[in-house]
């Protein structure tokens, strides 16, 4: 079948190819995105919208640094459905080892040009009356945000031409479609998230499951986007299952709550022991929540590297075709910042963030 052409075209529709194909579009190049079902679907309307600044390594709290100012910028353009609201993370200690773990982040923050605040056991009930008494303290970073980011998604990509069709092969500078169809760019970027595998069986990227629930209309029952301490610490659990507290506010007034993780479950069905153990530990912080009436469940799956860190850079061996996948937790945090190192890369321009730091080839089993 005769090719289709286009300056770039993006493979995936969620919040980084999103993302990439604004940024694309801004350079005043056109645009097709490639999307096998909808936009702003899959782990992005999954995800829980926060946009954060994280600081596991220094490469992530650069990435996201970077990226949550990228949001920032765009705030005064961004329509109302997107639902942006500057909650604040609020990192809460449940006792006194927690609380002293975190006792330099301030100072750590600061020296970055992010504001943090550390709380002690009164200034965290004056923040979150509705947290458990007894809480040691916590840590705040309170310019971090929240958005919807399935609308957001929509928003970034307007102006790119959307093709609906499942790709069977990318090959450097085009693909081709289940259909048959042949589409041919001068740049592809895959922003498949997990499923980037598919296409590109090297790459160490897994994907982990992870269960959301979502309850009736509380307004005001929650201040900031909650996260206990020990998030972390189970967020790179080498076990195959962890949850950990984490509860975040919507503009709606009702409450998202999070987390669990899974390594080696295929099966995206909702499965009742996680979602307990999930619920009984948002309990144990907030005990309110027993009292609430939950609407929803559901889940998805994040895309793992095993560094924690995306993959932005050439697909090894390839001089047109790029990698936009791996962000695990942070992809609608860092869609912007990895839209920006791939253009940048693509235009051959220096920029703010290290790109070797993400590049593909970190990986052994990356390497040409």
Same mark, same amino acid.
Request: hydrophobic share 45%.
């Given at each position: 079948?005769?090719?289709?052409?286009?300056?770039?075209?993006?493979?995936?529709?969620?919040?980084?190819?999103?993302?990439?194909?604004?940024?694309?579009?801004?350079?005043?190049?056109?645009?097709?995105?490639?999307?096998?079902?909808?936009?702003?679907?899959?782990?992005?309307?999954?995800?829980?919208?926060?946009?954060?600044?994280?600081?596991?390594?220094?490469?992530?709290?650069?990435?996201?640094?970077?990226?949550?100012?990228?949001?920032?910028?765009?705030?005064?353009?961004?329509?109302?459905?997107?639902? $942006?609201?500057?909650?604040?993370?609020?990192?809460?200690?449940?006792?006194?080892?927690?609380?002293?773990?975190?006792?330099?982040?301030?100072?750590?923050?600061?020296?970055?040009?992010?504001?943090?605040?550390?709380?002690?056991?009164?200034?965290?009930?004056?923040?979150?009356?509705?947290?458990?008494?007894?809480?040691?303290?916590?840590?705040?970073?309170?310019?971090?945000?929240?958005?919807?980011? %399935?609308?957001?998604?929509?928003?970034?990509?307007?102006?790119?031409?959307?093709?609906?069709?499942?790709?069977?092969?990318?090959?450097?500078?085009?693909?081709?479609?289940?259909?048959?169809?042949?589409?041919?760019?001068?740049?592809?970027?895959?922003?498949?998230?997990?499923?980037?595998?598919?296409?590109? %069986?090297?790459?160490?990227?897994?994907?982990?499951?992870?269960?959301?629930?979502?309850?009736?209309?509380?307004?005001?029952?929650?201040?900031?986007?909650?996260?206990?301490?020990?998030?972390?610490?189970?967020?790179?659990?080498?076990?195959?299952?962890?949850?950990? $507290?984490?509860?975040?506010?919507?503009?709606?007034?009702?409450?998202?709550?999070?987390?669990?993780?899974?390594?080696?479950?295929?099966?995206?069905?909702?499965?009742?022991?996680?979602?307990?153990?999930?619920?009984?530990?948002?309990?144990?912080?907030?005990?309110?929540?027993?009292?609430?009436?939950?609407?929803?469940?559901?889940?998805?799956?994040?895309?793992?590297?095993?560094?924690?860190?995306?993959?932005?850079?050439?697909? %090894?061996?390839?001089?047109?075709?790029?990698?936009?996948?791996?962000?695990?937790?942070?992809?609608?945090?860092?869609?912007?910042?990895?839209?920006?190192?791939?253009?940048?890369?693509?235009?051959?321009?220096?920029?703010?963030?290290?790109?070797?730091?993400?590049?593909?080839?970190?990986?052994?089993?990356?390497?040409?």
């Amino acid at each position: 079948m005769k090719a289709n052409t286009a300056d770039v075209i993006v493979v995936g529709a969620g919040i980084v190819g999103a993302a990439c194909a604004r940024a694309f579009l801004r350079e005043g190049l056109s645009v097709t995105i490639v999307e096998r079902d909808l936009v702003g679907g899959g782990a992005t309307a999954a995800g829980m919208g926060h946009v954060v600044v994280m600081d596991d390594s220094e490469a992530q709290f650069a990435l996201t640094k970077r990226s949550r100012d990228l949001w920032d910028s765009l705030v005064p353009e961004l329509p109302p459905e997107i639902e $942006f609201e500057r909650r604040g993370t609020l990192w809460v200690a449940a006792d006194g080892e927690e609380l002293e773990a975190v006792s330099g982040k301030k100072a750590h923050y600061e020296a970055r040009g992010v504001r943090a605040e550390l709380l002690d056991e009164l200034s965290l009930r004056t923040a979150e009356p509705s947290l458990r008494p007894g809480m040691a303290g916590g840590f705040l970073v309170p310019d971090d945000s929240v958005i919807y980011a %399935p609308c957001a998604a929509a928003w970034l990509s307007r102006g790119a031409n959307i093709v609906r069709g499942t790709v069977e092969q990318i090959e450097d500078g085009a693909l081709r479609l289940r259909n048959g169809e042949r589409l041919e760019a001068g740049v592809v970027i895959c922003a498949t998230g997990a499923w980037a595998v598919d296409l590109f %069986p090297a790459l160490p990227v897994k994907p982990r499951k992870g269960h959301l629930a979502i309850t009736e209309r509380y307004p005001g029952a929650v201040r900031h986007q909650l996260i206990e301490l020990g998030y972390l610490k189970s967020a790179h659990s080498a076990g195959t299952e962890s949850v950990a $507290f984490n509860v975040q506010p919507r503009a709606t007034g009702q409450l998202l709550i999070g987390s669990s993780r899974q390594f080696g479950v295929e099966d995206g069905a909702v499965e009742e022991h996680m979602i307990r153990r999930m619920l009984d530990r948002a309990v144990e912080y907030l005990p309110s929540l027993a009292g609430m009436k939950v609407l929803r469940l559901w889940t998805g799956f994040r895309a793992a590297t095993p560094d924690h860190l995306p993959i932005v850079s050439l697909c %090894p061996g390839m001089r047109r075709t790029y990698l936009a996948t791996g962000h695990e937790g942070l992809g609608i945090t860092t869609s912007l910042g990895t839209a920006e190192i791939l253009v940048e890369s693509v235009m051959g321009r220096a920029g703010v963030l290290t790109k070797q730091n993400y590049a593909a080839e970190r990986f052994v089993e990356c390497r040409v």
